[in-house]
């Protein structure tokens, strides 16, 4: 799977180069990306540094904020954008409906927009760059039954940073589409998103229930599972763990057999594609379809990523 996500990185690549030699570019564009992230977040950094450097390929003006979670922050980053009519928008949609009325206004005003890293195709948004949520969460609840990991009437851990919002709805809707035929159950757990609470929820919970498996939620979450079971003295191995895995620390979790297998998003060309798109669209060319980033690594596939923190 890993190799099949290489080549939508070498697609992107392809893309970009395209949208680059565009004649519409040579006057200089102005885009807006608006993430819901935080920007010391290990995917969002890397992500910045596949948007910034897409970016300065296209020769592009691009105004990036992050909201740290807080809607009503994204929300008004939005508005300023569309007061600003630029060239293109690029939003994440970390929840259902949120964005209804700024793409039917941005649409009215002719300003191209795509959704990335979360999805709400409903608004009528022009293309999608990321992973399908409510397919991640099937496939690590698939991976843990396939592997005789779980069984009727278990209980899956589900940490999480951010309860409501749209990953973890689709995230867990997927994994209840497995589940729930075959009678296991599954306990999604706010931890937060300061990293010392989140370690501190997760050894509590763990100390207190000692679940029979993990499915981590979210990039924060899968980052700290090798502290949160040194903590808990739980050694490497012993309690199945599946999830996200867009970090150094997951990817070296992986290596040393703390997590079973995790997800990569491929979060720098994550952060490249919506640009090259955006980049097409004010060339002139439509842009009416998505991109996927999404491929499961395990400790057989896991060294490619970890040469790329490396670097």
Request: glycine share 10%.
């Amino acid at each position: 799977m890993l190799k099949f996500g290489l080549k939508l990185a070498a697609a992107a690549t392809v893309l970009a180069g395209l949208a680059f030699s565009s004649q519409a570019l040579a006057q200089e564009k102005t885009f807006y990306l608006l993430s819901h992230g935080g920007p010391s977040d290990a995917f969002w950094l890397d992500w910045n540094a596949g948007a910034t450097k897409a970016c300065d390929q296209l020769k592009v003006t691009c105004k990036i904020s992050f909201s740290g979670g807080d809607m009503a922050a994204q929300k008004e980053a939005f508005s300023s954008a569309l007061a600003a009519k630029p060239d293109g928008i690029a939003t994440t949609s970390a929840q259902p409906g949120l964005w209804t009325e700024e793409v039917k206004a941005a649409k009215a005003a002719g300003i191209p927009i795509v959704f990335f890293n979360t999805d709400d195709p409903a608004t009528g948004r022009q293309a999608y760059v990321g992973a399908d949520l409510k397919e991640a969460g099937a496939i690590w609840a698939k991976y843990l039954v396939d592997h005789k990991m779980v069984k009727q009437g278990d209980k899956v851990f589900l940490p999480v940073e951010v309860p409501g919002a749209s990953y973890q709805q689709l995230e867990t809707e997927g994994i209840a589409s497995v589940f729930d035929p075959l009678g296991i159950k599954y306990d999604v757990v706010d931890c937060g998103t300061d990293p010392a609470g989140i370690i501190a929820k997760m050894t509590d919970y763990m100390v207190a229930n000692n679940p029979p498996a993990i499915i981590a939620l979210g990039d924060s979450v899968a980052a700290s599972i090798k502290r949160v079971f040194d903590g808990a003295g739980v050694p490497a191995g012993k309690i199945p763990v599946v999830g996200w895995g867009n970090s150094r620390e997951t990817a070296e979790a992986v290596k040393a057999g703390f997590v079973n297998a995790a997800a990569w998003q491929f979060p720098s060309a994550q952060g490249f594609m919506p640009v090259a798109l955006l980049g097409l669209a004010a060339s002139g060319e439509p842009i009416g379809y998505d991109i996927h980033t999404f491929s499961l690594y395990d400790a057989t596939s896991v060294e490619p990523i970890l040469k790329l923190y490396n670097k």
